[in-house]
């Protein structure tokens, strides 16, 4: 009785291992797989760190440009103050001499009008 069952375990731990090993085909071919996906994986990771390098040179770039054109802006900005502070003094200036030369016509006008009576 003894043997049988030292027999029918021995029979139970051989089917329920034996298909647990592999064979060296089937491990290739799976090795094989995981190889071929890790390759495509790599490669795909090289082709977006290159597009990452890529974007951030120009997004520097950009970066630059947009400095450049923020100071561009800031000095128009100055001169165009200047300017209409500059018109802004001759429209007074303007209306100043336009103001005396109106009362010295008129002045001179009255005068001529007066000779003539």
Known sequence: ???NLYAVAALTLVVAVAPACAT???VRTEVGAVNG???????????TQDRTRQNETRI?????KTDA?????NEARTAAADARLAAD??????KEVDAR????VNGVEIAARRLIY
């Open 1 to 3: 009785m003894r043997k």
């Open 24 to 26: 060296k085909k089937f």
């Open 37 to 47: 996906k890790v390759d495509t994986l790599s490669t795909s990771l090289e082709e």
């Open 60 to 64: 520097t770039a950009v970066d630059a």
């Open 69 to 73: 054109a923020g100071r561009s802006a």
């Open 89 to 94: 003094t001759v429209a007074t200036a303007t």
């Open 101 to 104: 030369l109106s009362g010295r």
